[in-house]
């Protein structure tokens, strides 16, 4: 029986993670600027797909990987972080967002019942949102690999329970997912490097 791979999409009519080579071909053939690579696991992927597609095909990938510090040092500071803190799991749960450069608080949303990965999720649709309506050009960092990738796939994959007590989370939840659907934007959603850059400046700081 041959191994399951799974196929990111990176840049395709869909991007998403596909575990079928003909799903990921329907995705890409075609395509002017296709961007896509197998993976022998899930988790490689879903950390492939929540990266720049350069670490891993085209002609940066060797310079990427062979130099990922240098890669990773420079911090833009005119940029959006966000960050979400809940206590418990699920718990009281909320998100902001703050610019690099000021610290300035761009926006709060919660406490609200949830899950730190909702919140995560939540805070990169509302920065997103926030930047093309202000029409402001520069990228958001999360420190959030599942975010990142749930943001790509439009959908918020959460295991949370939909119940009375966390309807009006969802109702949160499916207009985000609805603007992902019914938005197109150029903002670069990057990774904040936390083992080299120190707590995220969203951070809420309850560590």
Same mark, same amino acid.
């Given at each position: 029986?041959?191994?399951?791979? !799974?196929?990111?999409?990176? *840049?395709?009519? %869909?991007?998403?993670?596909? %575990?079928?080579?003909? *799903?990921?071909?329907?995705?890409?053939?075609?395509?002017?600027?296709?961007?896509?690579?197998?993976?022998?696991?899930?988790?490689?992927?879903?950390?492939?797909?929540?990266?720049?597609?350069?670490?891993?095909?085209? =002609? +940066?990938?060797?310079?990427?990987?062979?130099?990922? =510090?240098? !890669?990773?040092?420079?911090? &833009?500071?005119?940029?959006?972080?966000? *960050?979400?803190?809940?206590?418990?799991?699920?718990?009281?749960?909320?998100? /902001? #967002?703050?610019?690099?450069?000021?610290?300035?608080? $761009?926006?709060? !949303? #919660?406490?609200? /019942?949830?899950?730190?990965? $909702? #919140?995560?999720?939540?805070?990169?649709?509302?920065?997103?949102?926030?930047?093309?309506?202000?029409? !402001?050009?520069?990228?958001?960092?999360? *420190?959030?690999?599942?975010?990142?990738? @749930?943001?790509?796939?439009?959908?918020? +994959?959460?295991?949370?329970?939909?119940?009375?007590?966390?309807?009006?989370?969802?109702?949160? $939840?499916?207009?985000?997912? +609805? @603007?992902?659907?019914?938005?197109?934007? %150029?903002?670069? &959603?990057?990774? @904040?490097? %936390? =083992?080299?850059?120190?707590?995220?400046?969203?951070?809420?700081? /309850?560590?």
């Amino acid at each position: 029986m041959a191994k399951q791979k !799974f196929y990111v999409v990176w *840049d395709g009519v %869909t991007p998403g993670i596909y %575990t079928s080579w003909n *799903d990921c071909l329907l995705q890409t053939k075609g395509y002017e600027s296709a961007k896509y690579k197998s993976f022998d696991t899930r988790e490689e992927a879903e950390q492939a797909f929540a990266s720049s597609p350069y670490a891993y095909i085209g =002609k +940066k990938a060797k310079a990427t990987i062979s130099k990922p =510090k240098a !890669f990773s040092e420079a911090i &833009i500071e005119n940029s959006l972080a966000v *960050d979400a803190a809940c206590s418990g799991n699920p718990g009281p749960m909320e998100y /902001r #967002g703050v610019h690099v450069a000021s610290r300035q608080e $761009i926006f709060r !949303f #919660g406490p609200m /019942r949830g899950t730190n990965n $909702i #919140g995560e999720f939540l805070a990169l649709v509302h920065g997103l949102a926030i930047l093309k309506q202000k029409g !402001f050009d520069m990228p958001i960092y999360s *420190d959030s690999v599942n975010a990142i990738s @749930w943001v790509k796939q439009k959908k918020c +994959k959460t295991k949370l329970p939909r119940t009375p007590e966390t309807e009006t989370l969802f109702q949160v $939840i499916e207009r985000a997912e +609805k @603007w992902l659907k019914e938005n197109k934007y %150029t903002t670069s &959603i990057l990774k @904040w490097e %936390t =083992k080299i850059w120190g707590e995220i400046p969203a951070d809420f700081g /309850r560590k």
